[in-house]
């Protein structure tokens, strides 16, 4: 074992309770969810932050010593990578998201440039046995996930944000949604299912006026994958609806044809009629029609309403409007609609 001093450690750790002065060792377990110890090689001018468990964004800079977790990434923008299969002291690996996700880079958007180079350092141990010097790897999450995890909503009903693809303003929809149905004097929940760990998205929904969050890293893992979308999402539904809040609100990161899960979660009937509503997000009005086809013909979903970018202008609102027969509202510019016209769905609007 050898003492290093950290300088950031990432939001991924969120659960970990580190402090700035950490034991690491050299045997390093290639398991997604292990917290490494790496060093950054290089400097960035984009894409260069990385999310701090405070949920403070700061800057990377060539030489900080940064904690974060081994894991993969497949995104459509930003980096793709995988999880290294051996990995020891020296060895090259790359940051592959904001949230402190590590692994090896397998292909970068031309938008954020290359990744940042590390040099692993080592694992970062825990001492859990009182009295003994006994370190074992940490690993993300305050609680393991259970793949057999029963759903019990406990009546509460489900609001869900499923998106054509990233940034296609899930995160801007669930907090309008949150914020229009606290502002009715509903008790909120809200949580976020699939994606690559970073708090960003529930910190904002807990901003909008969410009294209770929850992430998929809250159960240690890293990326969620169809294997693990359903149970993850099961999991997160029951333990928020334990609570017994007026509604929650749930975000599917990701798009509908994405690596993460989304797809899985779709597909699981017990979930499907946990749903109360699903508001689709999507980029243009090709994308509305596309999702509320595949949420038609292969789910047997009907959107309540179609939010996002599609929606910027009466141009987008009209065409969507007359290709798919949904209503659409920009939860930019018409937040309080969008939460009254689900708060009517919910049959919770205003008196």
């Given at each position: ?35 490494i110890a790496v060093r950054v090689l ?15 964004m700061a800057t990377v800079t060539m ?173 997160l539904l029951t333990g928020l609806g ?110």
């Open positions: 074992m050898k003492n290093v001093v950290v300088d950031k450690v990432a939001s991924v750790a969120q659960h970990n309770d580190l402090a700035s002065e950490l034991r690491l060792s050299p045997d390093i377990p290639c398991e997604e969810g292990v917290l290089n400097n960035k001018s984009r894409y260069n932050q990385l999310e701090l468990t405070s949920g403070r030489g900080d010593i940064v904690v974060g977790a081994l894991g993969h990434r497949n995104a459509l923008r930003g980096y793709s990578g995988h999880l290294p299969t051996e990995l020891g002291q020296g060895d090259k690996v790359q940051i592959l998201n904001i949230g402190g996700v590590i692994g090896i880079c397998d292909s970068a958007n031309p938008d954020v440039g290359a990744p940042f180079d590390c040099e692993v350092l080592g694992t970062v141990l825990e001492f859990p046995y009182l009295g003994e010097r006994i370190g074992v790897p940490a690993r993300v999450g305050s609680a393991t996930l259970d793949p057999d995890a029963p759903l019990k909503m406990n009546g509460v009903p489900v609001v869900a944000m499923a998106g054509t693809c990233m940034d296609s303003g899930k995160t801007a929809a669930a907090c309008a949604i949150v914020g229009r149905l606290r502002h009715l004097g509903l008790n909120v929940a809200a949580c976020k299912a699939t994606g690559v760990s970073l708090r960003r998205d529930v910190l904002a929904m807990e901003d909008a006026g969410a009294i209770d969050t929850m992430i998929f890293s809250d159960l240690g893992i890293v990326t969620t994958t169809a294997e693990n979308g359903p149970a993850l999402t099961r999991s334990a609570n017994k809040p007026d509604v929650i609100v749930l975000e599917l990161g990701d798009g509908l044809l994405g690596a993460y899960g989304v797809a899985a979660i779709l597909g699981d009937e017990q979930i499907r009629d946990a749903f109360t509503a699903v508001v689709l997000c999507a980029n243009d009005p090709v994308s509305a029609w596309g999702g509320a086809k595949i949420l038609r013909d292969e789910y047997g979903i009907e959107p309540a309403v179609v939010t996002g970018p599609a929606t910027d202008n009466d141009v987008g609102v009209q065409q969507i409007g007359e290709r798919t027969a949904l209503p659409a509202i920009n939860a930019l510019s018409s937040g309080v609609a969008l939460g009254d016209k689900i708060a009517d769905l919910l049959d919770k609007g205003a008196a």
